[in-house]
């Protein structure tokens, strides 16, 4: 989407950048001491879902947490907007397996009033470490709205 926008010649820019890493073994301890208060705590129903049907779910909830902070660094930066709860930002699989973000509540409000109009987000892990990578975008030629992918 961003590189049809820059192709046509829309204005895009990156209006914001989280990046976050989170050790798997910590979340592998917390998930053995509070199982289901933790996922329902930390991740939406739909996450849940997906990193109960994975073998090694504490690196997918690792992975959801990372993207979740990212999210919030690049959404909060300075802290003025606010409060932004865990189940604000949902982890999607999209098309192929490319992960996306949607964003609900405080972070949906925080990214309209950013201007954000498309999310990029990355994800890795490994048995070790889980981590992601968040980018705003604004300006590519829109309606100003943030998509609802996003």
Same mark, same amino acid.
């Given at each position: 989407?961003?590189?049809?926008?820059? #192709?046509?010649?829309?204005?895009?820019?990156?209006?914001?950048? $989280?990046?976050?890493?989170?050790?798997?073994?910590?979340?592998?301890?917390? %998930? =053995?001491?509070?199982?289901?208060?933790?996922?329902?705590?930390?991740?939406?129903?739909?996450?849940?879902?997906?990193?109960?049907?994975?073998?090694?779910? #504490?690196?997918?909830?690792?992975?959801?947490?990372?993207?979740? =902070?990212?999210?919030?660094?690049? %959404?909060?930066?300075? !802290?003025?907007? $606010?409060?932004?709860?865990?189940?604000?930002? #949902?982890?999607?699989?999209?098309?192929? !397996?490319?992960?996306?973000?949607?964003?609900?509540?405080?972070?949906? #409000?925080?990214?309209?009033?950013? $201007?954000?109009?498309?999310?990029?987000?990355? %994800?890795?892990?490994?048995?070790?470490?889980?981590?992601?990578?968040?980018?705003?975008? !604004?300006?590519?030629?829109?309606? !100003?709205?943030?998509?609802?992918?996003?």
């Amino acid at each position: 989407m961003v590189q049809r926008a820059v #192709e046509r010649g829309f204005p895009v820019s990156v209006l914001a950048v $989280g990046i976050d890493i989170v050790d798997v073994s910590r979340v592998a301890r917390i %998930l =053995e001491r509070f199982p289901e208060r933790a996922m329902e705590r930390i991740l939406t129903d739909a996450e849940r879902r997906y990193c109960h049907s994975m073998a090694f779910r #504490e690196q997918h909830v690792a992975a959801r947490i990372a993207a979740k =902070e990212a999210a919030y660094k690049a %959404l909060v930066g300075d !802290g003025e907007d $606010g409060f932004i709860v865990w189940q604000d930002v #949902e982890v999607h699989r999209g098309t192929a !397996g490319k992960p996306r973000l949607e964003f609900r509540g405080r972070a949906r #409000e925080s990214a309209r009033n950013l $201007g954000v109009t498309n999310v990029l987000v990355s %994800l890795t892990h490994t048995a070790a470490q889980a981590a992601a990578v968040v980018v705003l975008i !604004g300006g590519d030629g829109g309606n !100003g709205e943030l998509p609802s992918a996003c």
